[in-house]
């Protein structure tokens, strides 16, 4: 692949290393040497990138698969990713492209997505599949594109970034779903080669300083993560930093990848957590990875009514007209339908 000029990365002449800043890694790098991630190279006293319009794969999706269902419901998304990854996640569902050091790319530019997004009828796009984060260039640029031609740009990362790169790359953006793996550094550590603290810091940014569409993804990894006592004070963390409004997807763990000897998620123990999270008056809680309409429909948190109704990724918005209120009791239901952001 063709390398191109990168951002976030400063040239340290006492030492001779190129160091990269885009996230929190800050990769030290000699002559030839690449970052953690794979597609970020120096060549020379400067920071190459082989993501720059690169793709391994694109699709077309329901929005409720990244998930967000509360953003655009009941419409269609086009998803695309590139190749390597800045974390490490022993269970990465997607390693055959996270950890890839070679896969068969297509080259694409900005305009190639807004045309593609407009001919399949996409109101949005999802830089997903491995981090975004790491053609953080292209995503960018592109996104920026599609938001001038009316079309939504959308996030699907760890949020692992460095300060200095997200005020950038964030800004175009119109909705994230953050995976938020696990609540303890322990996990982050030895599981993903990444940091909590720095994955809490980017979602307390993103609410307070932006005003993305945000919702969170923790997958539930029995005997890892799934602890009462780390789910309960991730709860009590979301509730004091993001508010119980914030839309929590619990999903079940499959064996993959290096945790294949790790059962899956029992259904049972995900809606204990659905359970414990609605008793802790959290309104906007969805099961993922299983089958359970009833945990994955939306409900208005007043009057219980039906207002989304979903089946897997099959969707039906059930209250006629539907833009962001219940018609029958006129409670705010926050999310983006299609004109404003109602705040959590």
């Not at 002449?13 to 990269?20: I, N, P, S, Y």
Request: aromatic share 12%.
């Amino acid at each position: 692949m063709q390398s191109s000029a990168a951002k976030w990365w400063n040239y340290q002449e006492a030492w001779d290393r190129v160091v990269c800043t885009l996230c929190p890694k800050e990769c030290k790098l000699r002559e030839g040497q690449r970052g953690f991630c794979y597609l970020r190279l120096r060549e020379g006293k400067e920071l190459r990138t082989e993501g720059y319009g690169t793709t391994s794969g694109i699709a077309v999706d329901p929005i409720e698969k990244k998930p967000l269902n509360h953003f655009l419901p009941n419409t269609k998304i086009l998803s695309l990713g590139n190749m390597g990854c800045n974390l490490a996640c022993k269970f990465c569902q997607n390693w055959s492209i996270s950890k890839a050091k070679e896969t068969p790319v297509r080259q694409l530019s900005s305009m190639d997505l807004v045309q593609l997004a407009r001919h399949y009828d996409c109101q949005s796009v999802a830089f997903t599949y491995n981090d975004p984060v790491i053609w953080a260039e292209f995503v960018m640029d592109s996104s920026w594109k599609l938001a001038e031609n009316g079309i939504h740009p959308v996030l699907v990362t760890a949020g692992y970034i460095s300060k200095e790169a997200r005020t950038e790359l964030f800004q175009p953006i119109k909705a994230i779903n953050f995976d938020l793996k696990a609540f303890t550094e322990d996990f982050y550590f030895k599981l993903t080669n990444s940091s909590l603290k720095d994955v809490l810091d980017t979602l307390v940014y993103t609410r307070e300083q932006t005003e993305i569409w945000m919702e969170l993804t923790h997958l539930v990894i029995p005997g890892a993560n799934d602890s009462d006592k780390e789910y309960l004070a991730m709860l009590d963390w979301i509730d004091k930093y993001l508010g119980k409004e914030t839309v929590l997807h619990l999903t079940a763990f499959h064996p993959d990848w290096k945790m294949k000897d790790v059962p899956a998620t029992k259904h049972s123990d995900l809606i204990k957590k659905y359970d414990q999270a609605k008793e802790r008056g959290y309104p906007w809680v969805y099961l993922g990875n299983v089958f359970d309409p009833k945990r994955q429909t939306t409900h208005c948190s007043n009057c219980k009514s039906t207002i989304i109704e979903r089946n897997w990724h099959k969707t039906s918005i059930s209250q006629e007209r539907f833009q962001g209120t219940c018609a029958k009791c006129n409670t705010v239901i926050p999310g983006y339908y299609g004109s404003a952001i109602s705040a959590c």
